[in-house]
Structures are given as structure tokens and as C-alpha cells.
């Protein structure tokens, strides 16, 4: 079983810094691209990056210039620098990785998500 377990959500300033982690665990053969979504309340699960196995990233166009994701394959870990935080990146963060394990095909997991709040 594969578990994704994310940290480091909370409540911050505008202007301010956090930093979410996310840490895969199970009998996992390979992990593909690795990212971060968010839903606020009321909207769609959106695409806020991904960093793929060689390293590429990509970001929502929202977060260009704010946000950095970084990747150690080793540690099979995930982590996303979230500077210069705005009340509309309030959400809630969710790790996703698309992973193979033994024997079975590659699959998204998810995290179980991780409140922000920013506060104005």
C-alpha cells in the first residue's frame, strides 16, 4: 500500500512563507512526475506544480515567480516553497505522485491535503 503524507500547512500573513513536504512510503517500484494541487472552497482541484523523474517543472501561472517545487527521488519526498503568499492562494494543498508498484501499472496517489490560510 502506498502512502503519500504531506506537513507544513498553517496559517500566515500576506507576504508571508511557507514551505509544504510530502513523503511517499510502500513498496514502490518507481515515481514518476510528483506535484502539488489545491481546492478552495467551492472551486475545482487545480494544477499548482509538478516536477517530473528528470527534474522539469511546471508551474501554474498564478504561482510563476512565488512558488518553487523541488524533488529528491531517494527520499522519495516533495516539497513546495510558497513565497510571497496572497489570500487567494488560501487552500487546500494536496500532494499527488504518479507511482508503480510491484506488479501493477503506474497510478496517481494522493495525500490526504493540507490546509493554508492566508490572512490579509
Known amino acids: 500500500q502506498v502512502q503519500l503524507v504531506e506537513s507544513g500547512g498553517g496559517s500566515v500573513q500576506a507576504g508571508g512563507s511557507l514551505t509544504l513536504s510530502c513523503s511517499a512510503s510502500?513498496?514502490?517500484?518507481?515515481?514518476?512526475?510528483m506535484g502539488w494541487y489545491r481546492q478552495a472552497p467551492g472551486e475545482q482541484r487545480e494544477l499548482v506544480a509538478v516536477v517530473t523523474s528528470g527534474g522539469q517543472t511546471n508551474y501554474a501561472d498564478s504561482v510563476k515567480g512565488r512558488f518553487t517545487i523541488s524533488r529528491d527521488s531517494a527520499k522519495r519526498s516533495v516539497w513546495l516553497q510558497m513565497n510571497s503568499l496572497k489570500p487567494e492562494d488560501t487552500a487546500v494543498y494536496f500532494c499527488?505522485?504518479?507511482?508503480?508498484?510491484?506488479?501493477?501499472?503506474?497510478?496517481?496517489?494522493w495525500g490526504q491535503g493540507t490546509q493554508v490560510t492566508v490572512t490579509s
Open positions: 510502500g513498496n514502490i517500484v518507481s515515481i514518476n512526475d
Open positions: 499527488n505522485a504518479n507511482i508503480k508498484v510491484f506488479l501493477r501499472m503506474s497510478r496517481d496517489y
